[in-house]
């Protein structure tokens, strides 16, 4: 939990002491640009013959000791608070010159999975996928800083009909080649070929399957070995982007071990037969977990691996495909519905990414793989840098060049809603100017600048703040709200769309607000806002995976 001088918290309670009825969402920061706060009071309005102005003056009275307002007015049915900019800047200062962060935070002991990725070891990871893992990793960040215990998890399918068609398709087509993902890749599309000439080659695979899930050791073997090469290649695509994952679970080991059994037994009285296939069912739709053989289905294994993190995990978190929102609810149905388990469950559902040539899959080959992104990220950047920043040895270009590529790629895909389908565009994410990161890491490098020339100055946070210096100050004490809004709403973009704002207010405040040319007194009070503001930016750029730079 984050740890601040919270004065929202503090004026709602007392507001509430004076009008019971309130609630806390009725007292919320003003997008309208009349106040900092505002209480919706038309609650209060309806009871009686009640002006505005009559509670404004009463919450007046009441509050006329709190040294953190400054000033009370009216708006239609709001009561608008203006907040003391000197005791914002104050709260701010005392935590980042105390613990080096603002907000400050509390260990929460609940433990938290996020599961992310998890696709397919059938190809490289791609532009169209990679949307989740960015998704994910942000999520693990935010409620890491938010306090929270937090472990990554990727779930491996090597039990399903495609590894099990790139096992047979590796087979048959590609033994003479060395086990590269490259190869792999190759034999599983010319599988996928293969089989829409002549569907009677699916009758290999349903063999393959059937020896499979008979716990034939060879074939379980081989079919892992062939996942691994594969899974092996996606991580080092997640590496390339700061992403890591803390844990691997194989569905092969839910059949070995028993633990898909075992959801069938528990689910026994629930189960319906189809011909000899299982299933459960819910307002008419039947959710199949064994096919007519008896050999288990993904549904029946990912139930399986749902059971075994709510054996070790407080809060769930699934980051899917929009083309999984119905097979989320057949999960909750059974977990909540029919195994009766108390932990909290929470999917969020994401559209994918494309480029402008269109949608991709990795069976038809027609794919641009998220390491041919990064390099074009890469190649883009430079181009960008060596205009910029000719003088620099060519070590310094690639290390800049680098860190603005991929928290371009990321900052790119997180800033958007996830629900929304988006296509990757090159000049927006790679703007200097533009709603972009290096947008960010440009300010981010400008306020490293000024500390550096301002060498050892002493610096100060009281004073009297401007009305050219407040709106920065108050925006950097935002953070805290925003942060949690992020971590309970699962939602990266409200940091990434916060980091543009105070990127925004910060370049006013710059160019209205000389600081190294400042007179003693406003010199050491702006270099104070600006080194919070640094604090500020770096820990959120984090967050949503931009690497800043002290210097670009």
């Not at 991580?235 to 059994?261: A, K």
């Not at 932990?343 to 991709?360: A, I, P």
């Not at 490293?448 to 950097?476: C, D, Q, Y």
Request: hydrophobic share 35%; proline share 3%.
């Amino acid at each position: 939990m984050l740890l601040f001088e919270d004065y929202r918290k503090r004026l709602t309670e007392s507001l509430k002491s004076i009008y019971p009825d309130i609630k806390d969402n009725d007292v919320a920061p003003d997008k309208t640009g009349h106040a900092d706060l505002a209480l919706r009071a038309f609650s209060l309005l309806r009871k009686g013959d009640v002006k505005i102005e009559d509670v404004a003056s009463r919450i007046t009275v009441a509050l006329s000791g709190e040294d953190y307002i400054d000033s009370i007015t009216t708006s239609g049915g709001y009561v608008n608070f203006i907040l003391n900019t000197g005791k914002l800047m104050e709260a701010i200062s005392s935590e980042i010159y105390g613990t080096d962060r603002y907000p400050d935070v509390f260990q929460d002991p609940e433990r938290v999975s996020v599961e992310h990725t998890s696709t397919n070891p059938t190809g490289p990871i791609h532009i169209g996928r990679i949307r989740n893992s960015i998704i994910g990793d942000s999520i693990f960040r935010i409620l890491s800083r938010y306090g929270y215990r937090v472990t990554t998890q990727y779930f491996v399918n090597d039990s399903g009909r495609q590894v099990v068609s790139l096992y047979v398709g590796y087979r048959k087509f590609g033994q003479n080649d060395s086990l590269t993902t490259e190869n792999l890749l190759k034999a599983y599309q010319r599988m996928h070929r293969e089989v829409e000439a002549d569907p009677s080659l699916e009758k290999e695979v349903d063999e393959a399957i059937r020896q499979y899930e008979a716990g034939k050791p060879e074939v379980m073997d081989d079919i892992r070995k062939i996942c691994s090469v594969i899974l092996g290649s996606i991580n080092e695509t997640l590496e390339r982007l700061g992403i890591r994952i803390d844990d691997y679970t194989w569905e092969s080991d839910l059949i070995r071990n028993g633990d898909v059994d075992k959801i069938l037994e528990s689910l026994e009285d629930e189960l319906e037969d189809e011909g000899g296939a299982k299933y459960v069912s819910s307002g008419g739709r039947k959710m199949f977990l064994t096919r007519n053989d008896g050999t288990s289905l993904y549904f029946s294994r990912d139930i399986a691996y749902h059971q075994y993190k709510m054996d070790n995990f407080d809060w769930i978190i699934d980051i899917l495909g929009e083309n999984h929102k119905e097979h989320a609810g057949h999960i909750r149905y059974v977990i909540k519905d029919l195994l009766h388990r108390d932990g909290r469950l929470d999917f969020v559902f994401y559209s994918y990414v494309s480029l402008e040539s269109g949608k991709m899959t990795t069976r038809g080959g027609n794919i641009v793989t998220a390491d041919e992104l990064l390099d074009r990220a890469i190649e883009e950047s430079l181009k960008i840098v060596r205009t910029k920043r000719p003088e620099l040895p060519e070590s310094d270009l690639m290390r800049i060049a680098l860190a603005v590529a991929t928290s371009a790629v990321r900052f790119h895909i997180v800033k958007l809603n996830s629900n929304k389908q988006m296509v990757f565009k090159w000049a927006e994410a790679l703007s200097l100017e533009g709603d972009s990161a290096p947008f960010i890491m440009y300010s981010y490098a400008r306020a490293a600048s000024i500390l550096r020339k301002a060498g050892s100055t002493e610096i100060k946070t009281e004073g009297n703040f401007s009305h050219l210096e407040s709106p920065l100050v108050k925006k950097m004490y935002e953070y805290a709200y925003v942060l949690h809004d992020a971590a309970f709403g699962l939602k990266p973009e409200a940091i990434a769309n916060y980091l543009l704002e105070l990127t925004r207010t910060f370049n006013d405040f710059y160019t209205n607000c000389p600081v190294l040319n400042a007179d003693i007194n406003d010199r050491s009070r702006r270099l104070a806002i600006v080194k919070n503001f640094k604090n500020i930016v770096k820990d959120a750029a984090y967050l949503v995976g931009i690497n800043v730079l002290e210097e670009m």
